[in-house]
């Protein structure tokens, strides 16, 4: 049974430029979560997606987008990229909207941003 | 706001010495919490959770944590450390209830270092 699995893993930007990250949930799984990791730091709430909607959002700016495909997958897009933007990008995965079951990390898509 | 604190950085053990990673947090309600462990260049991969009921909870790899509401704590724990055991732990919480939709908000990590 394959895991949370996410694209690239790593991947290096300028400044200004434009990334998409994608991720596929743990089979079974629909409701897929996305978090930004800074070196050093926790785990920071970006958004969720949830049958197709994004339903809940961190404190993060309008450049972090998103879209869930109907077979439960998942891509975080971040435009005008800047320095800060550099960290490690997690996706997570759980079964339904229940708040009581584990989210499921994928290993991670490490963003450079020069 | 709500928060999760994890006031040590780094904790150091002795292999086979008993562990204690803590965790305290600001979370309104009855919070869900719940221990991640995250290896070098990896994920995180789930420990253990507190919903409801006992308050001392069991998790992988003999890890235990124990929920203390009037010391809003929930910290992590091991009889006997092992070499093993050395990585990043993070502790997470999540309302029970409100707009929130279980979304964890996380520690900082604490650094666990077991010695031979």
């Known amino acids: 049974d394959a895991g949370v699995t996410q694209s690239p893993t790593h991947l290096i930007k300028t400044r200004g430029q434009q990334v998409t990250l994608r991720c596929s949930p743990k089979?079974?799984?629909?409701?897929v979560s996305w978090y930004q990791q800074a070196l050093g730091q926790g785990p920071q709430f970006i958004f969720q997606y949830y049958e197709e909607e994004e339903r809940q959002r961190g404190n993060f700016p309008d450049r972090f987008s998103g879209h869930q495909f109907p077979n439960y997958s998942s891509e975080l897009n971040v435009n005008a990229l800047l320095l800060g933007d550099s960290a490690l990008y997690l996706c997570?995965?759980?079964?339904?909207?229940?708040?009581?079951?584990?989210?499921?990390f994928g290993e991670g898509s490490r963003l450079t941003v020069l | 706001a709500q928060s999760v604190a994890q006031p040590e950085d780094q904790v150091n053990v002795a292999e086979g010495n008993p562990l204690t990673v803590k965790c305290t947090y600001s979370?309104?309600?009855?919070?869900?919490l719940f221990w991640y462990v995250q290896y070098p260049n990896r994920g995180l991969q789930f420990l253990l959770k507190y919903i409801t009921g006992d308050n001392l909870v069991k998790g992988s790899y003999g890890f235990e944590a124990e929920f203390n509401k009037s010391q809003t704590s929930f910290h992590l724990k091991k009889p006997s450390a092992l070499v093993s055991d050395s990585a990043l732990y993070f502790c997470a919480g999540a309302p029970a209830s409100g707009g929130s939709q279980g979304n964890l908000i996380f520690g900082k990590g604490t650094k666990l270092s077991v010695k031979p």
């Open positions: 997570a995965s759980r079964a339904g909207s229940s708040r009581t079951g584990e989210l499921f």
């Open positions: 089979s079974g799984h629909d409701t």
């Open positions: 979370v309104s309600g009855n919070p869900y």
